[in-house]
């Protein structure tokens, strides 16, 4: 009987045996008693399949080869026009700031996600729930750090000119 005393952490045999191939076998394991090259094992396949190259690749399993059907990724027909423009503008905001296009956009629906809990039409996971706009809210915490750089007299010509944008805005809607 063999003592166990000097094995590895986890093993019971003080030198297992490498199931791979023998160019890779590491330092301190016994040659596989089969012959991973020829012989198969549980799933039916041997390291000469032409889908497994390398002992990596044994270990997976695509989802194609058992039939299974992937989730679909990027659908976005349970988003309402709404949540769409949403999100188109604030990727528009990334983009200005140098992010790149793929990345603006999926920043933009992870917002539109933690704003509204996914896609309001039918079926969508987040209909008819209150999430109280989380995202929305980030804008507050930012507030105040442009006028407080800014002397008095830019922070009062600034306030006129909001005062009379609000004034020709007022007269434009009293006309129509």
Do not use: C, F
């Not at 976005?76 to 992010?99: C, F, L, P």
């Amino acid at each position: 009987m063999t003592s166990t005393r000097n094995a590895r952490p986890g093993t019971t045999d003080p030198k297992p045996r490498w199931e791979g191939p023998p160019e890779s076998r590491l330092r301190g394991y016994l040659p596989a008693k089969d012959d991973p090259a020829e012989d198969r094992d549980a799933a039916g396949e041997n390291l000469r399949d032409p889908d497994r190259r390398d002992l990596g690749d044994a270990l997976t399993t695509k989802a194609s080869e058992i039939g299974a059907k992937s989730m679909p990724r990027g659908d976005k027909s349970k988003y309402t026009d709404k949540q769409e423009r949403k999100a188109d503008h604030i990727a528009d905001g990334y983009e200005k700031r140098g992010v790149s296009e793929k990345e603006a956009e999926r920043r933009a629906w992870a917002t539109v996600n933690k704003d509204d809990g996914g896609g309001k039409n039918p079926g969508g996971s987040g209909r008819g729930k209150d999430t109280g706009h989380p995202a929305a809210h980030k804008g507050g915490e930012k507030g105040g750090h442009a006028a407080a750089s800014r002397s008095r007299e830019e922070r009062s010509q600034s306030a006129k000119k909001a005062a009379a944008t609000r004034k020709r805005n007022a007269e434009h809607r009293a006309h129509q």
